[in-house]
Structure formats: C-alpha cells, structure tokens
C-alpha cells in the first residue's frame, strides 16, 4: 500500500465526454503531482500543487483541468480528448515541492482511453 | 534540456544471476538522482535514492552507483528471483526540481 490512492483504475471515453480522475493521498504530504505515461515515452510531469496551489503547469493542453480543494485530494478533469491523450495517468504525493532529497509516492494510474 | 536514457530497454535473464542496468543523463548539474520500480497495473516504487555528493546507495541484494561527472548510473541486482521481474525506471531531479524520467528497462527473470 503506497498511501496514494486513484479512481478509477481503468477509464475508456470518447472525444466528446468529460470526464475526472481522482487522486487520494493519505500521507499527510503537502505536494501532489500528475505526470502523463505514455507507451515507449518517458513519464511526463504535468501539473504540480503545493498546498493546494498550482505551481506548475507543464504546457499542457487546456482540455486537462487540474483541481485541488484540500492537500490530500488531486482531481484531473477530462473533456474533448483526443486518441492520443490514451495513457497511464500517475499521481503522486511528496512532503513539499521543490524539496530536493524528498521522494515522490505514487498511485497506482488510471489506465485511460480515448476513443 | 536534460535527457536520461536506459539501456537496454528490456532484458530477460535465468533466476540467480547478478544484472546491471544502466542510466545515462546528459546534464551533469543534478541534485540526485533515484531508481524506481514499477510493477504492470501499479504505481512507481522508489528503490534508491542518491545524493548529487554519493557514489552509491545500497539496499538488500540492490547497488545503485552514481557518476555524475560522466553522467552515469547503474543500479546492480544481485541473484536475481523471478519476483524483481518489473520495469526499472530512473529519474534525475534537475536543477529546476523536476523529476526527469528515462523509459525503463523491463526485466524478466525467469525460473
């Protein structure tokens, strides 16, 4: 148990839904982070929150809407996606951002696809 | 802008052997370094983390070691068992904090 939590596991949509992944940390950490998995691609940071504030926005395109009402939940809502938006979606958690000896935990993913 | 490649990108190899697995990045200027583990339909597991100052950290039958003038890590697993079989994944955080991430190595390790 890694003490992030994601929901749902698997999601298949298509362009025209919305829809939202959850994250859940029960760490007591501070910083939360959504990184983008695609197949034979590094992982790719997208959006951090420290405290509950976005402190990085990784060029990503506006149809990702990140939001984080309290430190322990991470939302990452979806709409007109496209086919190649399909990957492994993380989340994960560290005490602070931007601590340079901290660890990030991770969730498990949300396995999404895009019809 | 800062680049990790692992070489090779999969490896399957008979239970009991000794493996290296091998981390570059092309800007030297990092702050640490660490190797993960991630497991099919799981999250990342951090295995070993090294500090810009270290040469190498340990843990059970794992060595990671750390050149950071030539831009090199390797992570050493000792008597392989079937259950390391996952993808290994390095990351550098650079000097804007970020973790950057290689592709992985899957590894299988068969009875």
């Known amino acids: 148990e890694t003490g992030v939590t994601q929901t749902p596991r698997h999601l298949v949509m298509g362009m025209t839904n919305k829809k939202s992944l959850k994250c859940e940390q029960h760490?007591?950490?501070?910083?939360m982070y959504w990184y983008k998995q695609s197949a034979k691609k590094p992982l790719e940071l997208m959006f951090v929150?420290?405290?509950?504030?976005?402190?990085e926005n990784n060029s990503v395109p506006s149809r990702f809407s990140p939001e984080c009402p309290n430190s322990s939940h991470l939302f990452l809502h979806l709409h007109t996606l496209q086919p190649e938006d399909s990957a492994l979606y993380l989340c994960?958690?560290?005490?602070?951002?931007?601590?340079?000896?901290?660890?990030?935990?991770f969730g498990p993913g949300t396995r999404l696809t895009v019809l | 802008k800062q680049e990790v490649t692992q070489i090779p990108a999969a490896l399957s190899v008979p239970e009991g052997e000794n493996l290296v697995l091998n981390c570059s990045f092309t800007?030297?200027?990092?702050?640490?370094l660490q190797w993960f583990r991630q497991d099919p339909g799981k999250g990342l597991t951090s295995l070993l983390l090294i500090q810009s100052s270290q040469r190498e950290q340990t843990s059970g039958r794992l060595n990671a070691s750390l050149d950071k003038s030539s831009g090199r890590s390797t992570l050493y697993i000792a008597a392989s068992q079937p259950g390391d079989s996952a993808t290994y994944l390095c990351a550098v955080r650079s000097n804007t904090d970020k973790l950057i991430f290689g592709t992985g190595t899957r590894l299988q390790v068969f009875p």
């Open positions: 929150y420290s405290l509950e504030e976005r402190v």
């Open positions: 760490l007591g950490h501070n910083a």
């Open positions: 800007d030297s200027a990092i702050y640490n």
């Open positions: 994960a958690s560290s005490q602070d951002a931007g601590w340079r000896a901290d660890t990030q935990y």
